[in-house]
């Protein structure tokens, strides 16, 4: 009894140590940044957004965002009821509602299902940045290469010039 006691706990801790390692070839969504640089850097419109407390964060493949900072820049308002724990962001005739920890969003009353959930993180609500960007007419382009991520709100004046006949 002795020996299979011993045998079923060698099993256990081994098992439970090759279940921390990665597997082989296996890559994480957090971007190679050196220690006490932000994860990535966000500009709106050519001006870069500057993080207080709460840096953006990858979570399951989405760039989750502080709600005041970047909606702020976007011109987005934003109200949090923390009673019941909803965002609603607005923006011109575009009502979005998301509340922490649910998947389901509301825009203009229309329901609509989300990747990754808003969550708080020291006290601060994050939001999925692509989704709320994109949900009230902006456009997000992501550099690799420099971890910087541009938000478009504005169309580029593509117009052609007066001529002078």
């Known amino acids: 009894m002795k020996i299979f006691v011993a045998l079923a706990a060698v099993l256990m801790i081994t098992s439970l140590a090759v279940c921390q390692q990665p597997f082989r070839g296996a890559t994480t969504a957090t971007p190679n940044v050196p220690k006490g640089k932000p994860v990535v850097t966000i500009s709106v419109d050519g001006t870069q957004i500057k993080f207080d407390d709460v840096q953006p964060q990858p979570v399951a493949g989405r760039m989750m965002v502080p709600?005041?900072?970047?909606?702020?820049?976007?011109?987005?308002?934003?109200?949090?009821?923390?009673?019941?724990?909803?965002?609603?962001?607005?923006?011109?005739?575009?009502?979005?509602?998301?509340?922490?920890?649910?998947?389901?969003?509301?825009?203009?009353?229309?329901?609509?299902?989300l990747d990754v959930a808003p969550l708080l993180m020291k006290n601060h609500a994050m939001v999925p940045l692509r989704?709320?960007?994109?949900?009230?007419?902006?456009?997000?382009?992501?550099?690799?290469?420099?971890?910087?991520?541009?938000?478009?709100?504005?169309?580029p004046d593509t117009a052609p010039p007066l001529s002078a006949s």
């Open 131 to 155: 989704f709320i960007v994109e949900t009230l007419g902006g456009k997000i382009d992501f550099d690799p290469a420099t971890n910087h991520i541009e938000v478009t709100t504005k169309a």
């Open 67 to 113: 709600v005041r900072g970047v909606f702020e820049a976007l011109g987005i308002y934003v109200e949090y009821d923390y009673a019941l724990r909803t965002i609603t962001a607005r923006k011109g005739n575009e009502d979005v509602e998301l509340r922490i920890g649910e998947k389901l969003a509301h825009k203009n009353g229309a329901e609509i299902l």
